[in-house]
C-alpha cells in the first residue's frame, strides 16, 4: 500500500498524461464511451486497484455500468449488485468519497455486496463520486484485492480526475440547452447497450472471450476515428467485415 507521499515521477507523468487526455474533451468533439474507458482504464493503474468501473444515472435516475476494465459476466453481476446496495450507490447519493477498507467494513454495510466482492476476491472497494457543483451523475469505483484506505494524495487525484470527466460529460457547447446534460449521459447508456450487443456476437464468430472482443471493437474504432458507439451498433448489425474488427486487435496493433 502507498504512503501519502509524492508520487515517483513516472507515475505522476501518467497522471499528467491522463488529465490531458481527459481535459482534451473539453475542447474538440468526443467519443463519451471512450473518456469514460479511458478514465476508468487509466485509475485503476494509478491507484492500486485490481478492477474498475463506471456507473452514470439514466433518465430515471437508476445507476447503470457505462465502462468497466472488465466484460466478464461475474464482474459485470458484481457491479450491477452494487447500483443497488453497496459504496457506488452511497457515493452517488452523498456525493463524497466512500470507502470501505476492508472486508469486515464491506459486510458491516452491505453484507450481500460484501459476500459477492469476497467471492470475487475483493477486499476493499472506494466509490469516488462524478460530480459538478450540487449535482452527481455517477461514480468511479476501484477495486482493490489488499485492504486499506486511499491515501490523501490518491484520494484527491481521483476526485480531480472523477471531476474533469464530469465537467466533460455536462459542458454545453454551442447553445443553452437544458437538456443537454441528461442527452449525453443517455447517449453514452444507449451505446453501452450497442457494445453490449456488438461484443456478445464478436465473441461467438470470432470464438474469443468477452474482454477480447471489446478490445478488437474499440481498437476497430480507434484505427478509423469513429466513434465506438456507433462502430459497435454496426457490428451487431453485421455491417462490418468480421475480419477487419478482428484484425484491429491482433498483436502488434497500437492500442490505447
Not at 466478464?72 to 466512500?98: D, H, K
Amino acid at each position: 500500500m502507498r504512503t501519502d507521499t509524492a508520487m515517483d515521477d513516472t507515475r505522476e507523468a501518467r497522471l499528467i498524461e491522463t488529465f490531458v487526455t481527459l481535459t482534451d474533451s473539453l475542447v474538440a468533439d468526443y467519443d463519451v464511451v471512450d473518456v469514460l474507458q479511458t478514465l476508468v482504464d487509466r485509475a485503476v493503474e494509478l491507484f492500486d486497484a485490481a478492477a474498475g468501473a463506471i456507473h452514470l444515472a439514466d433518465r430515471d435516475d437508476v445507476l447503470q455500468v457505462v465502462a468497466s476494465t472488465s466484460e466478464r459476466s461475474e464482474f459485470i453481476g458484481l457491479l450491477q449488485l452494487n447500483a443497488g446496495e453497496g459504496p457506488c450507490i452511497a457515493a452517488v447519493t452523498t456525493g463524497r468519497l466512500v470507502t470501505a477498507e476492508s472486508a469486515e467494513e464491506l459486510q458491516e454495510h452491505w453484507p450481500r455486496f460484501a459476500e459477492a466482492s469476497k467471492e470475487r476476491g475483493y477486499a476493499g472497494v472506494h466509490a469516488i463520486p462524478m460530480r459538478l457543483r450540487d449535482t452527481t451523475v455517477g461514480s468511479l469505483n476501484l477495486f482493490r484485492e489488499t485492504e486499506g484506505a486511499l491515501n490523501g494524495a490518491d484520494a484527491r487525484a481521483a476526485q480531480a480526475l472523477a471531476d474533469v470527466a464530469t465537467i466533460s460529460l455536462l459542458q454545453q457547447r454551442t447553445i443553452e440547452n437544458a437538456t443537454l446534460a441528461t442527452e449525453q449521459l443517455q447517449r453514452a447508456l444507449d451505446s453501452r447497450v450497442a457494445i453490449e450487443q456488438a461484443k456478445g456476437y464478436l465473441a461467438r464468430a470470432a470464438g474469443v472471450d468477452m474482454d477480447t472482443a471489446f478490445g478488437m471493437i474499440r481498437q476497430y474504432a480507434r484505427t478509423r476515428q469513429r466513434r465506438l458507439g456507433d462502430v459497435a451498433a454496426a457490428v451487431a448489425r453485421e455491417e462490418v467485415p468480421l475480419d477487419e474488427v478482428t484484425a484491429a486487435g491482433s498483436p502488434g496493433v497500437d492500442g490505447a
